[in-house]
């Protein structure tokens, strides 16, 4: 089993084609999905986000205000390190988790959905493929307002805060053009699924795998014959 990375920019359409993945029953782990469950009330993760950025962001029924929170992330550029510093380890924990089912299950890889990969940089070093979903610039601002109602300053400012696309286009193994229309699109992500089911990368191990286990076998059925005996 190996690890492709996936990522993209605020409203580039990454979702379009996590949707598709799915469909073709990819294991893909969410790392937004962890976020959020990592930050719930009485959480480790959730007391530290109290004990630093206040009452104020939180909902009546004690969960995050992730509207809130974003503001204020968003505009202060040490509140968002502060606040990656308390996620991050408990995030990578809960992904560390699920990546090792897949594995047990005899999955042939799994796609991590990580909305900040090329920015962090630190897990691309495990993944044998790193996938981009890509938009037009323009695009990407028209969606993003359309989305969230936002002015195209407050639109600008939020697409800032992360790498530009053109930019994640050089660390990419793998580039999902999502500027088209959807059939492109799901066209694009069925030429990688079959790419990467194709896959020689990482044969030997399983070879290696499955020899050692023939010989562990073979080994236990004559130590019982033995004893049996």
Not at 194 to 217: C, K, M
């Amino acid at each position: 089993m190996f690890l492709v990375g996936l990522s993209g920019g605020i409203a580039s359409g990454k979702s379009t084609v996590v949707a598709v993945l799915r469909e073709l029953g990819c294991a893909v782990i969410d790392a937004d999905v962890i976020a959020r469950q990592v930050v719930q009330p009485h959480s480790k993760a959730h007391q530290q986000i109290l004990q630093h950025f206040g009452p104020e962001i939180l909902l009546e029924n004690g969960e995050i205000n992730r509207e809130a929170l974003g503001s204020i992330i968003f505009s202060q550029p040490e509140k968002r390190r502060l606040l990656n510093s308390i996620t991050h380890p408990e995030i990578l924990k809960e992904m560390l988790k699920q990546v090792l089912k897949y594995f047990v299950l005899g999955y042939r890889y799994v796609i991590l959905d990580i909305p900040l990969l090329f920015e962090t940089r630190g897990l691309t070093r495990f993944m044998k493929y790193t996938v981009l979903v890509y938009c037009d610039p323009p695009a990407q601002l028209a969606r993003l307002m359309k989305r969230s109602g936002l002015g195209a300053a407050e639109a600008e400012a939020r697409i800032s805060c992360q790498l530009p696309l053109e930019e994640k286009l050089r660390w990419a193994t793998h580039v999902i053009d999502n500027s088209g229309d959807w059939e492109s699109t799901r066209r694009q992500v069925l030429q990688l699924h079959t790419r990467l089911e194709d896959s020689l990368h990482f044969l030997w191990a399983r070879l290696a795998l499955g020899t050692a286990a023939a010989g562990l076998g073979g080994l236990l059925f004559l130590l019982i014959r033995h004893f049996i005996s």
